[in-house]
């Protein structure tokens, strides 16, 4: 069979090859397999899952290594804030003395192992810039650009989109940022407080990461305060030692998800008192309801509340605008500051390169269609770790998409071996 397919990809190439060398230098490789945009956590599950039902893929990422985004934007204190068992990838379980919530060194460990294991190897610096069908030949032409902006045009009949919920940073606009004149930074490029000691810091954006930011930066005698725009909800990591996480999910098997939220409120009221006499309001929306609708994660705090109450994090109302070396709040106050550090999230970035409009939301880069069906469109297309459901949800994906692949891949094979029998000569009769 892979012979086969080996076969039809070189005549594909060839023919391809022979009409692109009368116009352009650019290289066009045909993959056999399916072609998979991203090597992250998402990207590496879905090959693993192929791999396991005999399909080669290949994997093509922008960056020069796997997981680029645990390996090279997030901090020296971040630890996976869900416990070990919900974020491990399908297929392979997390080594047994992992601690609850591993750190990032380890998740990275674990990420390069699951890699070696299923020995795959993506081809790195690898942008892909475009993406789009072909309807007459029924194949997927996926642009890409390296190091040296060389172009290279590879073509498949199945094409994974795995290129995560944070390939973007966002960073909003303000009047005055020229002005500033210190350290504006994205939490992608924040490693530890070291750099703000005795500084005068904000941060902008109190989800996970602004949260987790401020905590760091109190550690290292840096003076953080958190802008908190409109609203957010700040959960228990665990509740009496059970995870949060975990317990909700427990509890949605039995119980609607409002009486969840009813209950995850109050536990979260005994524990931290009313979170809005610290300037921090809640959302109307229950924060599973608030998750499951748009998507926003709720806080799991894991001690900057603490230091909020003790005031050593200060919490600010949203920005007017920036000034020489200060910021101007909505309320009217201004303050000093040396740097700022923007915690405003991410975004994912299909829209820009993936020339299709049915499967993908123009308004997010996200499948249109919600959670459990959005990894699949049309024609090949398929989606892994964009449902906002994290590492949890990418697992599922993957597991989706190989089986789908594995029907059509099995049903693509007889049907060349059908087609290769009339195209031969009959086999003679066997000799007496
Ligand atoms: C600080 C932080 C902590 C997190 N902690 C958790 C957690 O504890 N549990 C959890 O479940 N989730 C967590 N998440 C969510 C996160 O989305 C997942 O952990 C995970 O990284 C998702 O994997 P992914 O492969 O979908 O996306 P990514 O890890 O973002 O990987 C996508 C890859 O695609 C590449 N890429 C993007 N565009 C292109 C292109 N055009 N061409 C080629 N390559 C491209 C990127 O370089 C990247 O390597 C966290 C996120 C952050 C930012
Ligand atoms: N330990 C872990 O496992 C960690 C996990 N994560 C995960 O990583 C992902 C990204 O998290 P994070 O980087 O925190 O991004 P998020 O998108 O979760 O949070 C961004 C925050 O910035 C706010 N914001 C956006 N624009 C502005 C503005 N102009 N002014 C003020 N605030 C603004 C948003 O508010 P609003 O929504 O109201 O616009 C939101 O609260 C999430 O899935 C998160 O759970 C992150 C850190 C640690
Ligand atoms: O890290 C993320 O953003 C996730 O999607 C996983 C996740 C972390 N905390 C949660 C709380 C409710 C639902 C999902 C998550």
Redesign the pocket.
């Given at each position: 069979m892979d012979y086969l397919k080996e076969l039809e990809g070189k005549r594909l190439h060839d023919h391809f090859e022979a009409k692109m060398a009368a116009k352009t230098t650019r290289r066009r490789i045909f993959v056999p397999g399916p072609v998979i945009?991203?090597?992250?956590?998402?990207?590496l599950a879905a090959a693993a899952c192929l791999k396991e039902k005999g399909i080669p893929s290949l994997i093509?990422?922008?960056?020069n290594c796997i997981?680029?985004?645990?390996q090279l934007?997030?901090y020296d204190r971040?630890r996976?804030?869900?416990p070990k068992h919900?974020?491990e990838l399908i297929l392979m379980p997390f080594p047994s003395d992992f601690p609850t919530y591993p750190t990032k060194q380890q998740f990275l460990a674990y990420l390069n192992a699951y890699a070696e294991h299923f020995d795959l190897k993506p081809v790195f610096n690898?942008?892909?810039?475009s993406a789009r069908f072909d309807s007459r030949c029924g194949l997927w032409f996926v642009k890409?650009l390296g190091l040296k902006n060389e172009e290279t045009e590879y073509v498949c009949q199945w094409l994974i989109v795995?290129?995560?919920?944070?390939?973007e940073e966002v960073v909003p606009e303000f009047e005055g940022v020229d002005e500033f004149g210190g350290p504006i930074l994205h939490t992608s490029s924040y490693k530890s407080g070291e750099l703000f000691r005795g500084k005068k810091v904000l941060v902008v954006g109190c989800g996970?990461?602004g949260m987790e930011v401020c905590l760091d930066l109190c550690n290292y005698n840096a003076s953080p305060s958190l802008v908190v725009k409109d609203s957010v909800h700040i959960l228990p990591q665990e509740i009496l030692g059970i995870s949060t996480f975990g317990l909700s999910i427990w509890l949605l098997k039995w119980f609607p998800m409002r009486l969840v939220d009813h209950f995850l409120l109050l536990v979260s009221r005994l524990m931290f008192g009313d979170t809005a006499q610290f300037g921090i309001n809640r959302p109307e929306r229950g924060p599973l309801e608030l998750k499951s609708m748009t998507g926003k994660t709720p806080v799991l705090d894991i001690g900057t509340l603490a230091k909020i109450k003790t005031g050593h994090i200060r919490v600010c109302k949203a920005i007017k605008q920036l000034k020489h070396q200060a910021v101007e709040f909505i309320d009217g106050k201004v303050e000093h500051f040396d740097a700022i550090i923007f915690a405003t999230g991410?975004k994912s970035?299909v829209t820009s390169?993936l020339k299709e409009t049915n499967m993908f939301s123009e308004k997010n880069g996200l499948p249109r269609k919600p959670f459990p069906n959005g990894w699949k469109g049309e024609c090949g297309l398929y989606s892994?770790?964009?449902t906002q459901r994290?590492?949890?949800g990418?697992s599922l994906d993957a597991r989706r998409i190989a089986e789908d692949i594995e029907h059509s891949w099995k049903a693509e094979a007889t049907h060349f071996m059908a087609f290769t029998a009339c195209a031969l000569p009959p086999t003679p009769p066997p000799q007496p």
């Open positions: 945009v991203g090597a992250g956590p998402s990207g093509l990422e922008r960056a997981a680029s985004l645990w934007k997030t971040l996976l804030h869900l919900f974020c690898m942008t892909v810039v890409t795995a290129t995560g919920e944070n390939a996970n990461s991410y970035n390169w892994v770790g964009l994290g590492l949890l990418a």
